[in-house]
């Protein structure tokens, strides 16, 4: 391969497919007129955003972040970025960028669906195009061996050409550069975050470095293979879900003990080497999901990953654990599960994100219902429609003023959510009603934490 024949840093056209949380900040980032960091040349690149939604793309050409990210200035004054539902848009693209959802199914099995059909259409797209050398690095979180054992032998199967041959002529390259996204964190943008790279060869990993390098400010972290950036990513999550666990174990244990896990977790993180952690609900589309994808690649090589299970395990009951508590605590007021009316705040998987996906409050109401207890929900972030159309629940215009509740639950600490305070939830409540506390910001004896 003749490194003179890979695609210029500076003027590349580069297609993104998936505009979610992922996709969407990087086709900007990578759009934006500034000088290369590298180069310290003037970026020209042209970005063709695209997505399988047409609504969504018809939504971002309108100006529209349903994700509340970006603003209309924001999305309507970079030229150089096109947004798209055409596939036919992308025949001619120097680098593809994969950024599409690998949830899981209902058995917590790898869903890599979105990732196979991106595979088939750049296969058709690289088919098409009188480009050569064309670079597709895939960001989707995977399992180790995902990119090169499952999605490259598509590509070569749609495409008719080679991967990572000698002969440009008929060849293609891939990378992985896994995402970082935080969704809802406005402190950790996507040029902030170090970015690890990765490449089919020496030279392809250069080329990769240097273009995630050319715009992330944070710098990047180049590794020798594929597998080992997708083992990084997928290890990020999994310890994170491992420690959460750890505390969510710990406050089970601790509520038998009669022992406050809250002031625990702070005496604790007195020491300067304690991590400190907080029990709660784990779900959303990262920390809820990555282990699964481990596990289930452990299985396939005939090894019992007995930790990671365990952890999710843990994390998959706590929204069961927490209903239990709460029918536990309407029997101390003589309470019928039938007219216990419970206000819920906050829906999403997270605080101040509007995702609703994999969210465990969700399967803490499906409970709920099934024991007709009298569900109201207030969340104003997340899309009402999207809402009643996946889950069938209705979200409250604002927060009620006059209804009484045995429960409330103050599930997310929103910034939006930030004037409530203790004293304003036992304003919602009735003479006998219980607060439940799942932030932990809130200092009342009084509240119940999980």
Known sequence: MNKSKLPNLDTCKVAILGLGYVGLPLAISIAKKKNCLITKNKLKRKVIAYDINRKRVTDLNRGFDKNNIFSKKILNNIKSLKFTSDIDALINIDVFIVTVPTPINENNEPDLSFIK???????????????????????????????????????????????????????????????????????????????????????????????????????????????????????????????????????????????????????????????????????????????????????????????????????????????????????????????????????????????????KLISLIHCMNKKNMKVSIFDPIVDKNEVRNKTGLNILNSLPEKDKFSIIIFALDHKVFRKINAKKLNELKNDKGIIFDLTNRLNNSEILNI
């Not at 293609?172 to 995402?179: I, K």
């Not at 992330?216 to 879900?241: C, H, L, M, P, Y």
């Not at 029997?331 to 007219?339: L, P, V, Y």
């Open 117 to 359: 059909d991106a595979s088939k259409n750049i296969g058709k797209c690289i088919k098409s195009s009188k480009k050569k050398n064309q670079i597709i690095i895939y960001e989707s979180t995977v399992f180790p061996g995902a990119t090169e054992e499952i999605c490259i032998p598509l590509i070569e199967k749609v495409s008719f050409k080679k991967y990572n041959s000698k002969n440009y002529h008929n060849s293609f390259y891939c990378g992985y550069s896994p995402e970082r996204i935080n969704p809802g964190d406005l402190n950790h943008k996507i040029e902030s975050i170090v970015k690890v790279t990765s490449g089919c060869n020496k030279k392809i990993t250069t080329w990769i470095d240097k273009f995630y390098g050319s715009f992330i400010t944070a710098g990047t972290f180049k590794v020798n293979s594929i597998k080992i950036a997708e083992a990084a990513k997928i290890i990020e999550n999994t310890q994170r879900d491992i420690n959460i666990a750890l505390v969510n174990e710990l406050a089970i244990l601790f509520r038998k003990m009669n022992i406050n896990t809250k002031e625990v977790l702070n005496a604790a993180s007195t020491k300067w080497n304690f991590q400190k952690y907080r029990p709660g609900l784990v779900g959303g589309h990262c920390i809820g999901v990555d282990p699964y994808y481990l596990t289930y690649k452990a299985k396939e090589i005939g090894y019992d990953a007995k930790l990671i299970s365990a952890g999710r395990n843990i994390n998959d009951y706590m929204h069961k654990y927490l209903f239990e508590q709460i029918l536990l605590n309407a029997q101390t007021i003589n309470c019928k599960t039938e007219n216990i009316s419970v206000l819920i705040l906050g829906l999403s998987y997270k605080e101040n994100c509007p995702d609703i996906r994999n969210s």
